[in-house]
């Protein structure tokens, strides 16, 4: 039966009361859901009207980014009605094949204001060429435009751009400009822990910026630039993260200093730079419209003091990393007056005075590596429990850490995830009811106990810890990931773990009281990211489920129990035990037990070749020699037959010369 080509489809756009009309074409991943030819018509009035498209075909190539992607055999047409009535255009998530852009003559779209092209798989630049009537623009694509818009306002890029070039250039001469961002900025004023970040930013090297002749009011950037001139106007948002050392110091302040006057500033983040300045923060440098402020890992220093009402501001940042040699620092913070924060962040400021706001809002604080280590700080932190979910306090004062040996954290219905990190914490009582998903105890060398800990057993799911005097009961929160050096722990129990959520890495290594490690029956709960790291436990001698362990493939997987007490056969190989480096010296292993386990990797010799990077074994130490003499067996041909090895050497000598197999033995 002949098939018959089908003629373009038109599609009505309609215009309700309730304000834009638009239309979406999805779904035609696969070829033989691509139509010959699409079409597009608006109707009813200009500047009402939206075309969307998601998944199609344009251009005379594949749009489809469903999975399996098969590419179309045939050029699909497209064709657009009453162009001169489409106000906004839009296509997204759509695998943009970007050259086959290149075809359209976009400038049809006479009354065009909003333009978005966005894709996830990109082949070569494609060249668009806009109508002057278009104002605002989204680039996610490997894209250049021939010229901005001349009435363009606002133009966001993000990380697939593809014309960095020759971007300053039209940036320059774009004077109805109001908005450039790079990116999209996530201030987490909704929630979150994290702070600020610049989120699929672009990346090119666009060199100096000049945004003088512009009318802007939002400027968001990340990335190095050779020179910045902006215009002093009343900024709705102003974010440069990560620009460089080029642009002077002094140009950098007058700017800074200028955007916090801005009477609409809403959104504020300087971040990245060494700015060596001593500068306090007050009242008037924030806005009654500031929401979101954030200053940080500068080199600032001075007292904060926001004491005047501002209850619009929702998220303060000044921190640094630990090992960031451009820190914040601010000896006294007041934000008595924000009565609206949800969010403080201090990091590393080595802040000994700290005045919150009255309770209420405030579910975040981070203050690691400050002083803060008096009662009254205490107090004020215990007025906001029924409200705090992230605590973060990790590293206070040098000598007296927290100022207390027990910290009562009952009251703290809400928590979420505590570090208290290196404190000189001796115990821990958590709240009795539960609830809790993260706790990092770590660097408090004289911790005995941790209250209530298996009341948080299902909630439970990262444990951080390396206290000497500290032994945990792992069955009691069974779903938990642990990392750390736990000296005192004597059994490793996943035999009652529920989750199959990974445990990332199994790292207990010199765990002198370390006896038996017991993994679960049941593979999907013994997922392993990374590693297993168990060395230097001279007492450790049982270990159950071995072959249960679950190691994903794509990563580089160690397992590593040398110096232990394992005088076993290691089941490497079966099911999905396959780690790449294998360290079981200094175990007193028997000859029969050597053999057996060079037995099991010759057995399993495809696995291990299928990982294709060099397979490393140490069974070497005080175990016993494997047996025979290393040597070729019969019928071996390098690179062709193993033969038929007999001997536990005889099999080494295969994996070693036909696999990518390094073995060291006695």
């Not at 179309?72 to 657009?80: C, E, M, N, W």
């Not at 003559?105 to 894709?119: A, C, Y």
Request: with cysteine.
């Amino acid at each position: 039966m002949r098939r018959t080509t089908p003629k373009a489809v038109k599609i009505n756009v309609d215009v309700d009361n309730q304000g834009l009309a638009g239309i979406t074409m999805s779904g035609t991943g696969q070829e033989n859901n691509v139509p010959y030819s699409l079409a597009f018509q608006a109707r009813n009035k200009p500047y009402e009207n939206a075309i969307a498209i998601a998944g199609t075909a344009l251009g005379g190539n594949q749009l489809g980014s469903t999975a399996p992607f098969v590419p179309p055999t045939r050029k699909v047409r497209t064709t657009f009605y009453n162009t001169d009535m489409v106000y906004m255009l839009s296509m997204v998530n759509s695998g943009i094949d970007s050259t086959g852009l290149s075809s359209i003559d976009f400038s049809v779209f006479k009354t065009l204001e909003s333009f978005e092209v966005s894709g996830t798989v990109n082949t070569g630049v494609g060249l668009l060429k806009l109508p002057n009537s278009v104002k605002n623009i989204f680039v996610n694509a490997n894209v250049n435009l021939v010229d901005l818009p001349a009435l363009i306002e606002r133009f966001v890029i993000n990380s697939l751009y593809g014309g960095f070039s020759t971007l300053a250039a039209k940036l320059q001469k774009s004077r109805y400009l109001k908005a450039f961002l790079n990116g999209g900025f996530n201030n987490n004023i909704t929630g979150g822990r994290s702070g600020a970040s610049m989120i699929n930013f672009a990346t090119g090297s666009i060199g100096a910026l000049d945004l003088s002749n512009t009318q802007l009011e939002r400027l968001q950037y990340v990335g190095a630039l050779t020179g910045l001139i902006i215009p002093l106007n009343n900024y709705y948002e102003f974010v440069l993260q990560n620009i460089g050392n080029t642009i002077p110091v002094s140009t950098l302040r007058t700017y800074i200093n200028h955007a916090l006057t801005c009477s609409n500033l809403t959104t504020f983040s300087f971040f990245g730079r060494d700015l060596s300045w001593s500068r306090p923060i007050g009242n008037t440098d924030v806005s009654n419209e500031l929401r979101y402020f954030s200053i940080s890992a500068c080199s600032i220093t001075g007292d904060v003091t926001i004491t005047d009402p501002k209850p619009n501001l929702v998220i303060f940042h000044s921190f640094s990393a630990s090992g960031s040699t451009f820190k914040n620092v601010h000896n006294t913070v007041n934000l008595s007056g924000a009565t609206g924060l949800q969010t403080l962040s201090l990091n590393y400021c080595l802040t000994v005075n700290l005045i919150l706001p009255a309770p209420g809002t405030l579910f975040s604080i981070y203050a690691n590596g400050c002083k803060l280590s008096t009662s009254d700080f205490w107090n004020q932190i215990l007025a906001h429990a029924s409200y705090l979910q992230y605590l973060g306090l990790d590293a206070q004062d040098t000598t007296v850490g927290l100022g207390m040996t027990h910290v009562d954290l009952t009251l703290f219905s809400a928590l979420l995830s505590v570090s208290l990190a290196s404190n000189k914490i001796e115990e821990i009582t958590l709240r009795a009811s539960g609830g809790l998903n993260s706790l990092d105890v770590r660097g408090n060398a004289d911790m005995h106990t941790i209250n209530n800990l298996a009341n948080q057993a299902t909630t439970l799911n990262q444990l951080i810890y390396n206290n000497t005097a500290l032994n945990v009961d792992l069955t009691t929160i069974p779903n938990a990931y642990v990392a750390g050096n736990f000296s005192a722990q004597t059994i490793l129990d996943y035999r009652t773990r529920t989750a199959t959520t990974s445990l990332q890495d199994v790292n207990f290594q010199n765990c002198p009281s370390l006896h038996s490690v017991y993994f679960n029956a049941d593979s999907a709960k013994n997922v392993i990211t990374n590693s297993i790291t168990l060395n230097g436990c001279p007492l450790l001698s049982t270990m159950v489920n071995m072959d249960k362990i679950d190691f994903p493939p794509g990563s580089v997987h160690v397992f590593n129990v040398a110096g232990d007490s394992l005088n076993m056969i290691f089941p490497f190989g079966d099911n999905s035990f396959v780690p790449s480096s294998m360290a079981v010296h200094n175990n007193g292993m028997s000859q029969s037990n050597v053999d057996g386990t060079i037995d099991k990797l010759y057995s399993n010799r495809a696995k291990f070749s299928a990982l294709g990077t060099v397979i490393t074994v140490n069974i070497s130490g005080t175990n016993a020699a494997p047996s025979g003499t290393y040597e070729a067996p019969t019928g071996f041909v390098l690179g062709v037959s193993d033969g038929s090895p007999v001997t536990a050497r005889q099999k080494m000598y295969v994996l070693n010369n036909n696999y990518l197999f390094a073995i060291t033995s006695n």
